[in-house]
T-cell receptor, first 114, second 113 residues
Framework: GAGVSQSPSNKVTEKGKDVELRCDPISGHTALYWYRQSLGQGLEFLIYFQGNSAPDKSGLPSDRFSAERTGGSVSTLTIQRTQQEDSAVYLC????????????FGPGTRLTVL | QKEVEQNSGPLSVPEGAIASLNCTYSDRGSQSFFWYRQYSGKSPELIMFIYSNGDKEDGRFTAQLNKASQYVSLLIRDSQPSDSATYLCAVRVLSGGYNKLIFGAGTRLAVHP
């Protein structure tokens, strides 16, 4: 596709359930990033992929959060045993070069944990 | 000290005025700087980047970079209500052996008719 796509656009889940969020980057972009943005707040960095490897996982808030990227393309962010404080918009971005290149953002997934 | 700092605002300007958005950064070795615009409920979109000291103009937008003083600014001339959004400054830094973008928390701009 022409831009970064994310699915689902909205996800409502119950506390304690696991969720998977998907990101499909711009074709040819080698770098992929996940961010979290709570209402009215700035971007919180979660994880960065270069190809299939993740040189920087420093932003993952707890071991309930994990992410993978296969084939150097699609990435999945998994949140296990969701908590209400996980409610936020999860944004994915990709860039042509490595970290530090201009990033292009997807539309985000709004996660609500009841 | 945060790596990238912005005044959260809101910055309120009348339609037709110049809006000036400022950003300071702590890593003196930073080389690349980006401005993103984020409308409420939408994702950030890149509007400008600047690498060299001085001014860079693109339509009504001008980015200004002063590496010695470690600040980058965005000027919006002839501000329109449609410019009302949050503006995020991002700075490229070298961390852990690779480059990454660090985002500021954003400045909310309100342009009133």
């Amino acid at each position: 596709g022409a831009g970064v796509s994310q699915s689902p656009s909205n996800k409502v889940t119950e506390k304690g359930k696991d969720v998977e969020l998907r990101c499909d980057p711009i074709s040819g972009h080698t770098a992929l990033y996940w961010y979290r943005q709570s209402l009215g707040q700035g971007l919180e960095f979660l994880i960065y992929f270069q190809g299939n490897s993740a040189p920087d996982k420093s932003g993952l808030p707890s071991d309930r959060f994990s992410a993978e990227r296969t084939g150097g393309s699609v990435s999945t962010l998994t949140i296990q045993r969701t908590q209400q404080e996980d409610s936020a918009v999860y944004l994915c971005a990709s860039s042509l070069g490595g970290g530090g290149s201009e990033q292009f953002f997807g539309p985000g997934t709004r996660l609500t944990v009841l | 000290q945060k790596e990238v700092e912005q005044n959260s605002g809101p910055l309120s300007v009348p339609e037709g005025a110049i809006a000036s958005l400022n950003c300071t950064y702590s890593d003196r070795g930073s080389q690349s700087f980006f401005w993103y615009r984020q409308y409420s409920g939408k994702s950030p979109e890149l509007i400008m980047f600047i690498y060299s000291n001085g001014d860079k103009e693109d339509g009504r937008f001008t980015a200004q970079l002063n590496k010695a003083s470690q600040y980058v600014s965005l000027l919006i001339r002839d501000s329109q209500p449609s410019d009302s959004a949050t503006y995020l400054c991002a700075v490229r830094v070298l961390s852990g052996g690779y480059n990454k973008l660090i985002f500021g928390a954003g400045t909310r701009l309100a342009v009133h008719p």
